[in-house]
């Protein structure tokens, strides 16, 4: 069975996550879900990033340690995943004793090798970021990566020798052009980064404490970057001295999926971290767009926050899953709004998806008690959407492959409306009303549940419970993933999947919470 190793980045434990934040754990759970489905070994790894000044800072304002701070956060990021339905193999922290003892030891391996050394940093730092900028990498005067304010910063620290590996690294881009997606996001890197020339990397911090010691000189912290990019391997068995079989099998990683803000630290500082150590690349790095409320960044200075949890609780789980995988372009930010919301789940997920199920298992019990099976009456309109149902496969597969996970749904419910118009074009009412047309009318009802339970089994990545409901409700457990006439359908009672929704009503209650 082949391997699928895919990722997303640990979240930071610096607050409670919104829904932008939680875009990027629905994404990676679609992938892999889907890549499970295909038949792939698939590891699914997500976490939490727990050291750093920033969390020393906040501790202390709250009057609590940082291990304290960072359990309670790292305990509502996972409550989150959670509720988002993720299917992750393994919740990583970076506060964990084994990744610590582990960030040392790569530490030291890369100091013996010279490529760590000892020096001095003196600097534009943003504390937020926890990044040092070069004055012409600012943007206004200030942080180019979140727009804050930076200072002056001096203060003895160790350095990764990050120039060492810029021909190389050069040279790997070049010759694996699918390395980072979208492209837009390479020419980022090699324009605005690697073409002025890498400079080395502080790897060490002396100004605080709350962070890995380096073991041989414990007056220093290991910095953030290097302490949360090496998760990817620690955790799954990568040691200096005995690497597991778990790491031989899952290394290198398929696809780290990422914000493209911190793009460039998965592609640049990653990889020659990676070179160092003598381990392979991962294969692929999707640098993901954001989610934007309306047409803004989401901040809680702005007030224009939304969370996961108020979301699901106002709208339901597959809902909120369904609106960020569709809403969010393969490379442009997409946006979110209680309006957009409401006009998708209604066009969408209550009158495409729900109300074909519902109309279709209400004439399978009407007219036929539930008991439906092919009958070899077919004509073209049959063929038509027969063909529609045996093309997604390839086409979801398409989309799927280069991630444009709202393509992939896309494809689905085109097939999803195609049945829709085809009740429309064959007129099942019509048919039931002679007893001549009884076999036709059983054709067209067994060719819509094949439909439904086709694209059922196609949406399980996306809405895992809405797939298992309509199943259930075909009282059917076949996964194929193509039209068959073998099936025997007994259908149950049809249950509304998704009620519509109305937008003024809805409106107001959320305006009064």
Known sequence: MEKYYISTAIAYTSGKPHIGNTYEIVLADAIARYKRQKGFDVYF???????????????????????????????EIKRIWDIMDTSYDRFVRT?????????????????????????KYEGLYCTPCESFFTESQLVDGKCPDCGREVHYASEEAYFFKLSKYQDKLVEYYNSHPDFIKPDSRKNEMINNFIKP???DLCVSRTSFK?????????????????DALTNYITNIGYDVDNPTEEF?????????????????????????????LDLPLPKQIFGHPWLLFGNDKMSKSKGNIMYADDLVELFGVDAIRYYVLHEIPYANDGSLTYDLLIDRINSDLANILGNLVNRTITM??????????????TDQLDNELIDSINLLDEKVEDKMSRLEIGGALDEIFDVLRKSNKYIDDTM???????????????????????????????????????????????????????????????????????????????????NQK
Not at 51 to 74: F, L, N, S
Not at 210 to 226: A, E, Q, R, S, T
Not at 264 to 271: A, E, G, N, S, V
């Open 248 to 276: 031989k099998k899952y290394w290198p990683a398929d696809l780290h999926l990422i914000g493209k803000d911190i793009i460039r630290f998965h592609t640049i500082y990653w990889p020659c971290f990676l070179m160092s």
């Open 95 to 119: 506060t964990d004793p084994d990744h610590e003892k582990k960030v040392q030891k790569i530490f030291k391996k890369m100091y013996d090798k010279g490529d760590i050394y000892l020096g």
């Open 364 to 377: 399978a019990n009407k007219y036929f008690d539930g008991s439906i099976k092919y009958t070899n009456q």
């Open 428 to 510: 099942p009412w019509s048919l039931a009303k002679d007893e001549d047309n009884k076999d036709r009318l059983m054709t067209v009802i067994y060719n819509l549940l094949e439909a439904i339970r086709v694209c059922a089994v196609f949406l399980k990545p996306f809405l895992p419970s809405t797939s298992d409901n309509i199943l259930s409700q075909l009282n059917m457990n076949d996964d194929r993933r193509e039209y068959k006439r073998d099936n025997n359908y007994k259908t149950n009672s049809p249950i509304p999947l998704f009620q519509r929704i109305n937008k003024e009503e809805k409106l107001k209650e959320i």
């Open 210 to 226: 709350w962070g890995i010691p380096v073991d041989f000189d414990p007056k220093h912290v290991i910095y953030v970057w290097l």
């Open 197 to 199: 020339g890498l400079q």
């Open 45 to 75: 790894q997500t976490g939490t990033d727990e050291h750093g000044e920033k969390i020393e800072i906040k501790a202390k304002e709250q009057g609590v340690t940082p291990q304290e701070y960072v359990d309670k956060i790292a305990a």
